[in-house]
């Protein structure tokens, strides 16, 4: 299966090179950089196409949302769909088999930006998926890994966990390697937006922001904007 192809062409030449055939395609979200190679990829292969049913696609699909289990038979996988909104009011994730398909909801050491919900509505999303077991394989969208580490530094230079996770990242990504996947585990203990309500996030929020009240979706929403400009 594939999440979010964006382009169709890297996904058809790593089909041939492994001689694979594709059986499911998985949509999070609305935007083009997530869906631009579905079209292409499902005229190529008979392949059921699933997408957030609170949004709009021009191609056919299943429409799911939360509750809805995602089965692949085939695969011998089942996926749990869970709605996540905060990045878009569309947006879902895909868990299952010890996995997290997170789209732009939940980043390596990150989060996604706001284009149509709330900060409130995204802090309760990622309150959700940290939730999960902690041994869960978080696979996100985008390769932004360094960069989050950078922000999360800003934020926490203390933190031994996040100083040990900036070693591995930037050895593997020296070696030409994906940082990802990431663990539910590994996200609680250096993702600062799974950790508003420890004293280093939080004292580092009122120190750079405006912020007086200290209630974890208030700091998420305040370092969330720090993101933004960083």
């Known amino acids: 299966m594939v999440v979010d192809p964006g382009d169709a062409a890297p996904v058809?030449?790593?089909l041939a090179k492994l001689r694979l055939k594709l059986e499911a395609i998985l949509v999070t979200h609305h935007h083009d950089d997530h869906i631009g190679g579905v079209t292409e990829l499902a005229c190529s292969f008979p392949a059921p196409v699933y997408a957030p049913r609170k949004g709009q696609y021009s191609f056919p699909h299943h429409a799911v949302n939360e509750g809805d289990l995602v089965a692949l038979e085939s695969?011998?996988?089942h996926l749990q769909v869970m709605e996540t909104p905060g990045h878009t009011l569309d947006h879902i994730v895909y868990y299952g088999a010890n996995s997290l398909f997170c789209g732009d909801t939940l980043f390596s050491c990150g989060c996604g930006r706001l284009f149509e919900g709330t900060c409130e509505q995204l802090?309760?999303?990622?309150?959700r998926l940290a939730a999960l077991p902690p041994q869960t394989q978080v696979y996100c969208a985008h390769e932004y890994t360094a960069e989050n580490i950078r922000f999360a530094f800003s934020l926490d230079p203390e933190n031994a966990n996040l100083a040990q996770r900036k070693h591995e990242v930037e050895r593997c990504r020296a070696d030409g390697r994906p940082s990802l996947p990431s663990n539910m585990a590994q996200e609680c203990a250096t993702n600062p937006f799974?950790?508003?309500?420890?004293p280093a996030i939080i004292s580092a929020a009122m120190a750079m922001t405006s912020l007086e009240d200290n209630h974890p979706a208030s700091v998420f929403c305040a370092i969330r904007k720090l993101k933004n400009s960083f």
């Open 123 to 127: 802090y309760g999303s990622l309150q």
């Open 12 to 14: 058809l030449a790593v």
């Open 75 to 77: 695969l011998g996988i």
């Open 194 to 198: 799974l950790r508003c309500d420890s």
